[in-house]
């Protein structure tokens, strides 16, 4: 016996067997610069909590990345020139409208903590800063516009380096009065100081300001506004699956880890 195909499966058939001869969408990669000394949320070996939620990000939509591992303030021109098509993490600031277009929603939000060497404490506000107080900040970050403003009130004098960790360096043996280090749940200031090797020798006094980091897209180059909405659509699902989130609670487990490594390791060599 025959059975008769009625009208309605015939597309649906032909549409079968287009899709079983179809080839699966290729995936794109890009090329995209991340910074080299902000860990753990972006590392010199390319790793990091910010990396991390950006490459699961964009694999939610069919992209891959190559990262460029890049000092920050490198790798904020290279947007802003329209010669990378994006950087990991990049905040507001004036010099940067209309020429860079930030994701969405950020990938964390920084608040900054100020270190002293207890030989020279600190006055507990930065209105109180005596003229001339040396801080050191790092080379091309956007830092909180309110507390910039308030340490030029007070006469403070800004020392740029590549990284927290010197900073902190600096400050240990009397080179600066104060240091900056920008924290959130996965990167506290003491996990910093051990990084450095300053724990003891330095301390955090007060905290200022909150700032959101988000991924740039240079609006210079022509794709950075495309690929800003495609990432935007992968953030959101990372975000709604709870991927971020495990993401997050990995990081934070691993630097709990390396802290108590660190402290067993001084423990011992005592």
């Given at each position: 016996m025959q059975l008769r195909r009625g009208p309605s499966q015939l597309p649906a058939l032909a549409l079968l067997a287009l899709l079983a001869g179809a080839e699966p969408p290729r995936r794109e990669t890009i090329d995209i610069g991340v910074e080299d000394a902000a860990a753990p949320w972006s590392q010199a070996d390319g790793t990091g909590y910010a990396n991390?939620?950006?490459?699961?990000?964009?694999?939610?939509?069919?992209?891959?990345?190559?990262?460029?591992?890049?000092?920050?303030?490198?790798?904020?021109?290279?947007?802003?020139?329209?010669?990378l098509i994006a950087?990991?993490?990049?905040?507001?600031?004036?010099?940067?409208?209309?020429?860079?277009?930030?994701?969405?929603?950020?990938?964390?939000?920084?608040?900054?903590?100020?270190?002293?060497?207890?030989?020279?404490?600190?006055?507990?506000?930065?209105?109180?800063?005596?003229?001339?107080?040396?801080?050191?900040?790092?080379?091309?970050?956007?830092?909180?516009?309110?507390?910039?403003?308030?340490?030029?009130?007070?006469?403070?004098?800004?020392?740029a380096t590549p990284m927290e960790e010197l900073n902190l360096r600096k400050l240990a043996v009397?080179?600066?009065?104060?240091?900056?280090?920008?924290?959130?749940?996965?990167?506290?200031?003491?996990?910093?100081?051990?990084?450095?090797?300053?724990?003891?020798?330095?301390?955090?006094?007060?905290?200022?300001g909150g700032m959101p980091a988000y991924v740039g897209f240079s609006l210079v180059h022509r794709g950075g506004a495309a690929l800003a909405a495609r990432f935007d659509a992968g953030h959101a699902r990372i975000i709604a699956s709870g991927e971020r989130d495990r993401i997050q609670r990995r990081w934070i487990a691993r630097n709990a880890s390396a802290g108590a490594t660190r402290a067993a390791t001084r423990a011992t060599t005592r």
């Open positions: 991390d939620v950006a490459r699961a990000a964009f694999a939610a939509v069919g992209v891959d990345l190559r990262m460029h591992v890049l000092p920050y303030a490198r790798c904020k021109q290279h947007v802003v020139r329209g010669e950087c990991v993490s990049m905040s507001p600031a004036p010099e940067l409208d209309g020429v860079v277009r930030f994701s969405a929603k950020p990938l964390f939000v920084f608040a900054c903590d100020f270190f002293e060497n207890p030989a020279r404490p600190l006055p507990p506000r930065i209105a109180d800063f005596r003229p001339g107080t040396r801080v050191g900040t790092v080379l091309g970050y956007e830092y909180p516009l309110e507390m910039m403003e308030a340490l030029r009130r007070s006469g403070a004098v800004l020392e009397g080179r600066l009065d104060a240091a900056i280090v920008n924290r959130d749940a996965v990167k506290s200031p003491d996990w910093v100081a051990a990084r450095a090797g300053v724990t003891g020798k330095v301390r955090s006094v007060f905290r200022t």
